[in-house]
């Protein structure tokens, strides 16, 4: 059974720092893209950053250099860094796996990661 099970979310003040972390299982997660997207109320998910199989990392403009993508094949784990957060990253936090050879995805549940004071 594939499963993604996000965690690490939850109430921050504006400046702090969570971890986000996605457990995946039921599936070769080496050989899958990982992708964090992000959903505010009342707006569409948007990517937030992807890590590749090997080395390509790609991070939205929104986000670029305070937020750090990386991924441990050995536990099958991806982990998303969140520093200086702010109150418009305020959103639940989706992990999704992607396969490198065709359209085969999966999602996770979310994670809801709140900033404000």
């Known amino acids: 059974q594939v499963r993604l099970v996000e965690s690490g979310g939850g109430l921050v003040q504006p400046g702090g720092s969570l971890r986000l972390s996605c457990a995946a299982s039921g599936f070769t997660f080496s050989n899958y893209f990982m992708t964090w997207y992000r959903q505010a109320p009342g707006k569409e998910r948007e990517l937030v950053a992807t890590?590749?199989?090997?080395?390509?990392?790609y991070y939205a403009d929104s986000v670029k250099g305070r937020f750090t993508i990386s991924r441990d094949n050995d536990r099958n784990t991806v982990y998303l860094q969140m520093n200086s957060l702010k109150p418009e990253d305020t959103a639940v936090y989706y992990c999704?796996?992607?396969?490198?050879?065709?359209?085969?995805?999966?999602w996770g549940q979310g994670t809801q990661v709140t900033v404000s004071s």
């Open positions: 999704n796996a992607r396969w490198t050879n065709g359209p085969r995805e999966y």
């Open positions: 890590i590749s199989t090997g080395t390509y990392i």
